[in-house]
C-alpha cells in the first residue's frame, strides 16, 4: 500500500464512512443506510457517499460530472481544453473553463501572486507534473520565472477566449478539485440529497449535517505521521481541504522536496508549516488558499485570514508541531496538541 493510499483510507476511516470496492456500490433496502461509490480520478483516490431515496442517481450522475470537468482541466488529457490551451496558446473555451481560469486569475491578484496557475513550467522542471523528478538548477529556475506572471493570462469576455504568451503554460490543478467537489455538492442537492460526503483525494466537502442531526467530523492528518491526526473538525455544509509537503515529494541526496512551490524563487516551499488546512463554505476557495496560505507561512496567513475571516477558518501546523487555530473554529475543532488560537 502506498501512501496516497493510507491518506485515503484513513480519511474515509475516521470521518465514519463506509466504503466499498472500486467503482462498486454498497446497495441497502433501507434509504436511511448510505450508498458509497469509489472512482479513481484526478490522479487520486476519490469516494463519494449519500443518503436517501435520491443516493443512488446522484451518485451516478455524480461520477459522471467527475470525469467530465477532469477530461476538461487536465493537463495530462491531450484533448482538455487547458492542453490544448498550453499547445495552442489562443483558444476559444467553454464558459465554465474560462470562468474557473478567471477565478484562479483573481486569486492570484488576491494573494499577490502567491496562487499563481502559470506556475506549470516550474512544476515540471521538479518533475511533479510527470513523475520524473530532479532538482534544477539556480538558472534553470530563474529562467522559468520569467515565464510565471497569472497577470499576462489574457481573458477576453466577449469571445471566451484565453491568450497566453508564447512560453506560458497553465495548470487548473491547484484550483480544480475545490471546483468538482462543489459541483458535486450542488448537483447532489439537486438530486435531493440532504445528506453526504465528499472525499476527494482528500479534498472534503460535507453536504449538510449527518442522518442523526450531528455534524460530520472531519480528520486532520498528522503531516509527520499519516497513520494519525492531530484532530477533529465538525462541520456541516463545509469544506474541509488540506495541503502539506507529505502530500507529493520526492527525495534526492538525503534532503526532501515538496511538491509546494513558492512562486518567489521556484523552489519548495520552506515557511514555516506542515500544513494548512482551510473550512470554508466554498471548495473552490478553499483548495486555493490551502496551498496558498502554506507558501506565506505562519504570519502571512494569520494576516491574510484577518483579513478574510467572514470567507474560511484555519487548521495551520507548524514545523515545530504546535497547531494556530482561528477562532471560528472554537468549540468545533477537537485536538490533543498543544495549539493556540487566533482571533
Not at 443516493?55 to 467527475?66: K, M, P, S, T, V
Not at 506560458?168 to 450542488?186: F, N, P, V
Not at 492528518?221 to 488540506?242: F, L, M, N, R, W
Not at 512562486?263 to 473552490?284: E, F, K, Q
Amino acid at each position: 500500500m502506498n501512501k496516497a493510499q493510507k491518506i485515503f483510507i484513513m480519511t474515509i476511516i475516521l470521518c465514519l464512512v463506509f466504503v466499498t470496492g472500486c467503482g462498486a456500490e454498497e446497495k441497502s433496502e433501507d434509504p436511511g443506510e448510505p450508498l458509497s461509490k469509489d472512482i479513481f480520478a484526478m490522479d487520486t483516490y476519490m469516494t463519494l457517499t449519500a443518503y436517501g431515496e435520491a443516493a443512488e442517481d446522484a451518485l451516478n450522475q455524480a461520477e459522471a460530472e467527475i470525469y467530465r470537468i477532469d477530461a476538461l482541466l487536465s493537463t495530462g488529457n491531450p484533448e482538455s481544453e487547458i492542453s490544448k490551451l498550453n499547445k495552442e496558446k489562443h483558444l476559444a473555451v467553454s464558459e465554465e473553463t474560462f470562468n474557473l481560469i478567471k477565478r484562479a486569475c483573481e486569486m492570484g491578484e488576491d494573494t499577490k501572486g502567491i496562487f499563481d496557475i502559470t506556475i506549470y513550467p516550474i512544476m515540471g522542471a521538479w518533475g511533479f507534473t510527470d513523475g520524473n523528478y530532479r532538482v534544477p538548477d539556480e538558472k534553470e529556475l530563474k529562467d522559468l520565472l520569467k515565464r510565471v506572471d497569472y497577470s499576462k493570462v489574457v481573458l477576453n469576455e466577449e469571445d471566451l477566449t484565453v491568450t497566453l504568451e508564447d512560453d506560458m503554460e497553465i495548470d487548473l490543478g491547484g484550483i480544480a478539485k475545490g471546483y468538482t467537489s462543489d459541483r458535486i455538492e450542488e448537483l447532489m442537492k439537486n438530486c435531493g440529497v440532504e445528506h453526504g460526503l465528499i472525499n476527494l483525494g482528500g479534498n472534503v466537502q460535507v453536504i449538510g449535517n449527518k442522518p442523526d442531526g450531528s455534524d460530520w467530523k472531519v480528520a486532520v492528518i498528522d503531516p509527520q505521521d499519516q497513520e494519525y491526526y492531530v484532530g477533529i473538525v465538525a462541520v456541516s455544509d463545509k469544506a474541509v481541504i488540506t495541503s502539506g509537503g507529505y502530500q507529493r515529494y520526492f527525495e534526492q541526496d538525503g534532503k526532501t522536496y515538496i511538491h509546494i512551490i513558492d512562486t518567489s524563487d521556484g523552489y519548495p516551499a520552506a515557511n514555516g508549516l506542515l500544513s494548512t488546512t482551510v473550512v470554508s463554505d466554498d471548495g473552490t476557495l478553499a483548495d486555493a488558499l490551502s496551498t496558498s496560505l502554506f507558501v506565506m507561512g505562519p504570519e502571512k496567513a494569520v494576516d491574510y485570514w484577518r483579513a478574510n475571516s467572514d470567507k474560511f477558518d484555519m487548521v495551520l501546523v507548524k514545523d515545530d508541531g504546535t497547531l494556530l487555530v482561528t477562532e471560528g473554529l472554537d468549540g468545533r475543532f477537537n485536538t490533543e496538541c498543544e495549539y493556540e488560537f487566533v482571533s
